[in-house]
């Protein structure tokens, strides 16, 4: 595994996808093969470094603290009763659209939110057909090439203009009125501008211009890819941990504490370099695995696998929740802290439990990407209630 992701990695740049040119989300990162890839790579790569991060890191801050009011809220009136499946949607969302395109949305407050209703319309699978095409285009992507005369449409069209739209309305209105916004939607569109994205320097001109400036449909592509990929992921993940948190109480209680420790190191605030110091909560958000073949009874959630010590017992290829290699997830630092802001933001101030309506989640086998197929109704109540 190594080998071909890192080692030999350049005979193996391709994901081997069939890539239709006249989708206007062809020229997305996770499809593009090697040689197109890795320029877009470069430029993009600087977007996601830990100091671009920490430079959005306010926007997850804000959505967690909405999140923990949404759920003080909701235990009022629903008895606690709350469905984590939508709850953690909501979070991603908001943090996706904020952090990504620049617009505060609160989906906790308002379900009806375009970028809600976007999120459903580019996950969910609403057309087998639209399914089967897009697994096929990666099965059989020579298939495709023999019959690219015909239009096989993979992405809702609906969606793909409403992306579109709204980050033509962005670019407008920040050009238009000079507002600079900390997201990764102005890195984009220094992009797009020939200002090359410096890890050191926030923004610096180029001499050339060309070669790093991104294009209008390739600055949509990304956006949209971002969105898509960023949301769901974060959002299956996070609910699948608070679900497993919830069966297992001295796992919860354990995480509590190193939650609790963490904080009081820092003030009360969640911080980046607080998060990490919460070495139990690393391992609570890595315990999610399938490979028998590596971690023997996979299905039980074991976060004391991932122990520094257990983990140096394993070949660091077995765990690759982010791939790895240069054509690793360019998200990966925001999705860790998207699902660590969330898990801290619950588990600081609320219980969770399984009720009499929790049915084991499962995933949606028709989705693009990991989703839960169903509500995940658990039962949330605040800590300061309980009897010590
Ligand atoms: C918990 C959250 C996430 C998980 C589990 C995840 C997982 C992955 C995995 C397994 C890959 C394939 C890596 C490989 O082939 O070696 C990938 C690729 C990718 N991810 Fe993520 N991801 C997450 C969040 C994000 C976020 C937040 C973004 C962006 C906002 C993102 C953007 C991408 C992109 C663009 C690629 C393709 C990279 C390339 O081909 O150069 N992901 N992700």
Redesign the pocket.
């Known amino acids: 595994m190594k080998n071909i992701?890192v080692k030999d990695f350049n005979h193996f740049t391709d994901r081997g996808v069939y890539i239709d040119k006249r989708e206007p989300t062809a020229g997305h990162?996770?499809k593009l093969p090697g040689p197109k890839?890795k320029p877009l790579?470069t430029k993009m790569s600087p977007c996601f470094s830990i100091k671009k991060l920490k430079m959005i890191f306010s926007n997850l801050l804000h959505v967690g603290k909405e999140m923990g009011k949404s759920l003080e809220d909701e235990c009022k009136k629903t008895e606690g009763i709350i469905n984590v499946e939508k709850l953690c949607q909501c979070f991603t969302v908001d943090i996706v659209s904020s952090s990504?395109f620049g617009v505060e949305t609160n989906s906790f407050l308002d379900k009806d939110n375009m970028y809600l209703k976007m999120e459903k319309e580019l996950v969910k699978s609403d057309s087998r057909i639209r399914m089967i095409k897009a697994a096929l285009q990666i099965i059989v992507p020579n298939f495709f090439d023999i019959f690219s005369f015909i239009k096989f449409e993979t992405v809702k069209q609906s969606a793909l203009s409403f992306v579109y739209e709204m980050v033509r309305t962005v670019i407008e209105f920040r050009e238009k009125t000079g507002t600079v916004r900390n997201d990764i939607m102005q890195l984009l569109i220094q992009l797009k501008n020939g200002r090359k994205v410096d890890d050191n320097d926030d923004e610096c001109e180029t001499s050339g211009g060309s070669e790093i400036c991104l294009t209008m449909d390739e600055v949509v592509a990304q956006a949209y890819?971002?969105f898509f990929?960023?949301s769901e992921?974060?959002s299956s993940?996070l609910a699948m941990l608070v679900y497993e948190c919830a069966l297992n109480k001295q796992i919860q209680y354990q995480l509590q504490d190193d939650i609790d420790n963490g904080l009081a190191t820092s003030e009360g605030k969640i911080t980046y370099e607080a998060i990490l110091e919460m070495k139990y909560l690393n391992m609570v958000i890595s315990g999610l695995h399938w490979d028998a073949k590596y971690y023997p009874n996979p299905s039980k959630f074991d976060p004391g696998r991932f122990s520094k010590e257990n983990s140096s017992k394993r070949h660091p290829c077995v765990y690759l929740?982010?791939?790895?290699?240069p054509?690793?997830?360019?998200?990966?630092r925001?999705?860790y802290f998207?699902?660590a802001v969330g898990t801290i933001n619950i588990f600081k101030k609320f219980r969770v439990s399984v009720c009499e309506r929790t049915e084991a989640p499962e995933i949606n086998p028709l989705a693009y990407t990991i989703k839960l197929s169903k509500p995940l109704f658990l039962k949330i109540s605040p800590r300061e209630n309980e009897e010590n």
Do not use: S
Request: glycine share 18%.
């Open positions: 992701l990162l996770w890839w790579r990504i890819t971002y990929v960023g992921t974060a993940a929740p982010f791939g790895e290699g054509r690793n997830c360019i998200g990966k925001l999705g998207m699902l």
